[in-house]
């Protein structure tokens, strides 16, 4: 009797369709690529402004979303790279390969400014020596002060 419950149970769940969240749902794998060396560019990402979705891609270009049966506007992004705009229709599993050209980017000039005055105040329970410039060029070998 036991044997019977369990064969129907099996038997019924078998044959209830899947539920309509799973129903039209595919896989979309891809690679973005650079369009000059055909790497794969890592972290590249793709902007799905319909869904609200932003995938990003792994340090070989490789990217996977699922998606329901549709059609998306897609804008596929890397820095250093021009952006790529794309309309993907999709109706089943499918892959894609998007191709990126590379595009300079000028940044802005960064200045680094040095503070070449000695600080007399530390905060550190032993003694502190400040060497100048002169002291360590007229030194002919590394030594400790006398101090540690």
Partial sequence: MRLLVVGCL?????????????QGRHTVRGQITDAT????????????????QTIVANHDGWFAVQLAAG???VLVRALGYKSSDAAWLVSGDTTVVVTLQVDAIAL????VQVD???RRTRAVPWPVRT???????NSRQPSLPSTC
């Fill in 37 to 52: 060396t055909g790497r794969g560019i890592a972290s590249a990402w793709l902007e799905l402004p319909d869904p609200g």
């Fill in 131 to 137: 060497l100048d410039r002169e002291s360590i060029v």
């Fill in 71 to 73: 059609r998306y506007q």
């Fill in 108 to 111: 802005q000039t960064l200045e």
């Fill in 116 to 118: 070449r005055l000695a």
């Fill in 10 to 22: 099996v038997v019924c769940l078998w044959a209830v369709p899947p539920s309509a969240s799973a």
